[in-house]
């Protein structure tokens, strides 16, 4: 679920998904733009602004698959400290689903 909140003078993002929940800024430049892409559904737009908007989003297959059919697993610096999150959907295709 992806959810937009305040006014054209800026706002934030909120995203609730299988990989997490994430909060993010939104000035007033990008507000419209951001609720015409979260309006119209465009996850391959969200994505290219930032990817871990859209985590359910597969850009080589322009699906959305719901975190059921994604495989996914953390990764760790070598100091042990989490980096990201990657994943792989059903396709194959593997990406970075959070950063």
Do not use: N
Request: hydrophobic fraction near 35%; charged fraction near 25%.
């Amino acid at each position: 679920m992806i959810q937009l909140f305040g006014t054209d003078s800026g706002g934030e993002v909120v995203r609730l998904s299988f990989t997490s929940r994430l909060t993010s800024p939104v000035g007033a430049t990008s507000f419209a733009l951001f609720r015409q892409q979260i309006d119209a559904g465009d996850a391959r737009a969200l994505h290219k602004i930032d990817l871990e908007l859209v985590p359910f989003f597969c850009p080589a297959c322009d699906k959305c698959y719901c975190g059921v059919h994604w495989k996914r697993w953390d990764v760790f610096d070598d100091d042990g400290w989490h980096d990201s999150i990657r994943g792989a959907c059903p396709e194959g295709h593997t990406r970075m689903l959070e950063d």
